[in-house]
């Protein structure tokens, strides 16, 4: 967005939905617990459990904690997202290991909070780049690749899952998330992976797509909480699945 205000508050709220704990972002609130730490979960829940891998790429990083998870296991790790924003605040935060930030309490009030990334995790391992999902540039082929929440948020998602079987090394992981929540404002209806009066669901069109280079291995349902304020929470939940490239 142009205006740096609005900039500053959006990095604030995706970092705290990134990185801060349960019991900040909910207090006493009887607010689902298993649905806090999507970014972290989005990892843990979908990677495979083989050993450590040499590389894995994160498209839609947003501000960085799937990426720093995906360094647990892999020696490299590329985060990509189409924010400058958000890729500033990833530098920020691996740079320093925290970075101070402001989310709404309510009303006009602001509190602040500090996104940490946990200090056993190597964060020299991982790299931030801004990038179009639907344009990367040639960046090789990965042990992982990770979209979260991004191909519902994309003008053309077939762009980028055309894109997968050179990002994606033979006997690799693809691991994505989404809710289907298709939108215009996003993807233009006749973009829409399914989901249409007249079509299959987006499951069984993106099965479609993938099929051709990738076995399904497994799916899960990812809740996830947005906190918009300290009452007020966004409930969802991403529909993950992982692939293994032929």
């Known amino acids: 967005m142009s205006n740096p205000y609005e900039t500053r508050r959006l990095v604030g709220e995706y970092l705290f939905f990134h990185y801060a704990g349960f019991e ?26 083989a050993g450590e ?16 998870e995906l360094a647990r296991r892999a020696k490299r790790v590329v985060g990509v997202d189409y924010s400058r924003a958000f890729v500033d605040a990833c530098k920020t935060i691996q740079s320093a290991g925290e970075m101070s930030g402001e989310v709404l309490a309510e009303g006009e009030r602001m509190e602040e909070f500090l996104a ?8 020299g391992r991982v790299e931030f780049h801004v990038g179009d999902a639907m344009d990367l540039p040639d960046l090789g082929a990965f042990d992982v690749v990770l979209a979260a929440n991004l191909i519902c948020r994309l003008p053309d998602p077939r762009k980028f899952l055309a894109r997968l079987p050179t990002l994606v090394k033979p006997g690799g992981q693809l691991l994505l998330a989404t809710p289907f929540s298709w939108l215009q404002e996003f993807t233009p209806r006749d973009h829409w992976l399914g989901g249409r009066r007249d079509s299959p669901s987006s499951f069984e069109v993106l099965s479609k797509i993938l099929k051709p280079d990738f076995d399904l291995e497994t799916t899960t349902n990812l ?19 992982r692939w293994r490239r032929r």
């Open 223 to 241: 809740p996830f909480l947005i906190r918009e304020h300290s009452r007020k929470f966004q409930y969802g939940i991403s529909f993950g699945s």
């Open 116 to 123: 940490r990334v946990p200090t056993e995790i190597d964060r």
């Open 53 to 68: 891998m040499k590389s894995a790429l994160d498209v839609g990083c947003a501000v960085g904690r799937s990426s720093f």
């Open 24 to 49: 900040e972002a909910a207090g006493n609130l009887p607010v689902p617990r298993d649905a806090w730490g999507f970014a972290e979960r989005a990892v843990t829940e979908l990677l495979s459990d």
